[in-house]
């Protein structure tokens, strides 16, 4: 049956005759076929693209693109992703209504003629005479080799163009490599692979995609009519697509359905009974991409991919993975938990609505192996309104968020680096409530950063007076004890243990070093913080965060996945000592509202300067997770960060709304740790109560401490009252060796500094519980 196709080209019987002329030329190599001779027709072969055995001898059809699949660490069905929605199935699962039914309508010789049907070029050169058509002539063979070509051509839309022109050098192209596959192939192998090639309209390629999308079945399950309707939509998807033009593509359908009663696969009382019939659409609607991932797992969904797309493991160059990530075909196995990632949600939708201000984020990574469990935010993965694709819980390069700076969250780091260089738990420093001016400290490259007069912080609480332990420091976030103890540390010792962790900033840049380098200064991401903590309930150990467990191939075989690298970042003792201080953070300390009843819980807050930020980082010895809460977006006053306080500028007093409560200022206390217990509470479910390490602890020295609150002399190297109150005065207790603090200081920094100078620190920054 000849079919009128779209295209262009010459017009009128001259490209037809220019179109045998060409197969007279060539009818030595065209498997014996006759044609008559080329002085009778009067036809020449001049004008051809290119000499018929010029051609290559060889078609080589690449890999059909297909949906690939991503799957969580139970099975389950994350989404699925493609460049084109096409499932290769065996000619065995196909059913054989529609085998009849593409045959009978395309090419109702096809098991009679070889590659190339001579009766059917000549009924096409009589039919299309009059439009200069050469389309009808087309074999399902040359069908499938022009397919080829269009999936070769992927979305190259001048390569499209040139798979598909209407020009007699491209059929002779055509029909030579049809002779080859049809030699290579058979028959049968050509028609099943016509089948899993073509496209069906509505992003459907191939049966088994085809067939779920309007009828939401398989192809092996295709019924006459169902079969009738699809076969009829290959010679124009658009044209005849059911969805947008019903009543053409019911006509359609009756003529597919009368010619398969003419060839006498059907009768023709079955024949009209089928044509009675409705459509009988059943539609699913096209599911790509992350868009369409399910519990929320958008955002993982998306780190997925970018992980696949930028590591070396699955391609050499950015060009191998991502020409691979196109062809798909593969089933992705993730680290996501599907518990977990649900009971995240849950604790985020709890006490942040998605139409609030403010947003936020929780990742959660297992101990000992550097799995991603569940990741998630507020505000859902999408488009829309009260959405957004900013991934804030990862790096830069893998969800175009900055990071936030993480505050008194980077503590824990500072008292590890200490412990690896010999201080202890007891060690004590009068910690005045505030400091005036940071100490000089010298960065890695031997440079002294000077701090400016007024650069300097103070604690979150008045009564927040020394001296202090480091597990009572730990314990109520003291600022002025971190400062002095990093400048006896060095900042180096402590830059080097954030690498050993993991600790980088967001956007790829170095740690900024600087005296407020232990408030957490530095913008990084809840991955990063999660998987630094995670190393402290692993005992030291930490490995690198990774969200893909396997991945299968289009051919069934398994492809190699980036593997978690572990390293020992500090020594067990040093681990262990560390989480029976944070364990007391969580016990009586700033971090109360984390609390995990039955289970041993250990954690650190985390409140940035100007309440533009607040954390919560803590951990099981089985799990790990860090929530960050405040204004990615920048909707305050000149696109500047909302800030969780009402006393701030842009809040004129008002008390600051986020979910179901108000607050009058957020801290990690209050905002973040809240989520994370809820979070984590039924990730944890039905997990076996584990425990943690613990070493004996010093007593504080706050025993000593005069009921008053204030500062007692400290060995008698300077009077009391000086570095806390007003009034006159000694010069106080010395929190620093080599630093000499000024007499009757009174007053503590807000804010100033910045990147390569001392940092912003000040006011709340890192002080927060």
Request: with cysteine.
């Amino acid at each position: 049956m000849a079919h009128n196709r779209s295209g262009g080209g010459l017009t009128t019987a001259q490209q037809a005759a220019k179109f045998l002329g060409v197969s007279v030329l060539a009818g030595a190599v065209l498997a014996g076929i006759a044609l008559p001779a080329a002085g009778a027709l009067g036809l020449s072969a001049k004008g051809t693209a290119a000499g018929f055995d010029d051609l290559p001898g060889e078609l080589k059809a690449p890999p059909l693109s297909q949906a690939s699949k991503i799957l969580d660490a139970k099975g389950g069905l994350i989404a699925t992703v493609y460049s084109r929605d096409r499932t290769v199935v065996p000619i065995t699962a196909m059913s054989p209504n529609i085998l009849k039914a593409i045959v009978d309508i395309e090419d109702s010789r096809y098991y009679e003629h070889g590659a190339l049907d001579l009766k059917g070029i000549l009924r096409a050169l009589s039919n299309n005479a009059s439009d200069g058509g050469t389309q009808g002539a087309s074999t399902l063979t040359q069908q499938y080799v022009k397919n080829v070509f269009v999936e070769e051509a992927g979305d190259d839309a001048t390569k499209v163009a040139q798979a598909t022109q209407q020009t007699v050098g491209r059929k002779i192209k055509e029909m030579k490599y049809a002779i080859q596959v049809e030699k290579e192939l058979g028959k049968k192998k050509i028609l099943e692979n016509y089948l899993n090639i073509t496209f069906f309209g509505e992003q459907a390629y191939g049966i088994e995609a085809a067939s779920q999308r309007y009828f939401s079945t398989s192809s092996k399950n295709l019924t006459l009519t169902q079969a009738a309707l699809l076969a009829g939509m290959v010679q124009s998807p658009s044209r005849y697509d059911p969805i947008s033009n019903e009543q053409t593509a019911l006509t359609r359908r009756n003529t597919v359905l009368a010619r398969m009663a003419e060839l006498k696969d059907i009768t023709p009382a079955q024949a009209a009974a089928a044509q009675k019939a409705p459509l009988g659409l059943k539609v699913s609607a096209p599911k790509n991409g992350c868009i369409t991932a399910v519990n929320g797992a958008g955002f993982f969904c998306d780190y997925v991919r970018e992980t696949f797309l930028q590591n070396a493991t699955f391609g050499k160059t950015k060009t191998d993975r991502q020409k691979a990530w196109d062809i798909g075909g593969m089933t992705i196995r993730t680290t996501l938990d599907p518990k977990a990632q649900a009971s995240l949600l849950k604790g985020l939708g709890k006490h942040v609505y998605k139409s609030d201000n403010f947003v936020a984020a929780d990742t959660m990574v297992q101990p000992g192996t550097g799995k991603i469990v569940a990741m998630g935010q507020s505000k859902p993965y999408g488009f829309g309104k009260n959405q957004t694709q900013l991934n804030l819980s990862v790096d830069k390069n893998m969800g175009n968020s900055g990071g936030f700076q993480n505050g008194s969250t980077f503590k824990p780091i500072t008292a590890a680096a200490a412990l690896e260089a010999g201080f202890t738990p007891d060690k004590s420093y009068p910690s005045p409530n505030e400091l005036d001016t940071y100490p000089d400290v010298t960065t890695c490259g031997n440079k002294v950063v000077h701090a400016h007069s007024g650069e300097g912080t103070k604690n979150e609480m008045k009564s927040e007076v020394g001296p202090y332990a480091m597990p009572d420091a730990l314990k109520h976030s003291i600022n002025t004890y971190f400062v002095a103890l990093e400048a006896d540390v060095g900042l180096c010792p402590i830059i080097n243990m954030a690498s050993k962790l993991g600790f980088a900033r967001a956007d790829g840049k170095p740690l900024i070093q600087a005296a407020a380098l232990t408030l957490g200064v530095n913008e990084v991401s809840p991955l990063t913080v999660a998987s630094a903590y995670a190393a402290f309930a692993n005992r030291g150990v930490y490995c690198t965060p990774i969200a893909i467990q396997s991945v299968t191939g289009p051919n069934g075989k398994q492809i190699p996945v980036p593997k978690s690298i572990c390293s020992r970042a500090m020594s067990q003792n040093t681990a262990d000592t560390l989480n029976s201080m944070l364990k007391g953070v969580v016990d009586d300390g700033t971090g109360t509202a984390a609390d995990l009843p039955g289970r041993d819980t250990a954690g650190k807050t985390g409140t940035t300067d100007e309440r533009k930020d607040a954390w919560f980082a803590g951990y099981t010895p089985s799990l790990a997770s860090a929530v960050w809460l405040g204004d990615p977006f920048g909707k305050g006053v000149h696109g500047r960060r909302l800030s969780m306080y009402a006393g701030a500028d842009d809040n004129g007093g008002i008390r600051v709304k986020i979910g179901p409560k108000t607050f009058d200022k957020v801290e990690g206390a209050t905002g973040p740790a809240p989520i994370w217990r809820d979070a984590m509470v039924g990730a944890l479910e039905g997990t076996p109560n584990e425990h943690f390490v613990t070493v004996e602890l010093p007593d504080s020295p706050q025993k000593n401490q005069p009921p008053d609150g204030t500062q007692p002399p400290d060995d008698g190297k300077g009077g009391a009252g000086g570095a806390t109150t007003a009034g006159a005065g000694g010069a106080g207790p010395n929190p620093f060796p080599s630093f000499t603090i000024p007499p009757g200081l009174t007053t503590g920094g807000n804010g100033g500094g910045g990147t390569g100078g001392n940092g912003r620190a000040g006011g709340t920054t890192g002080g927060g519980p």
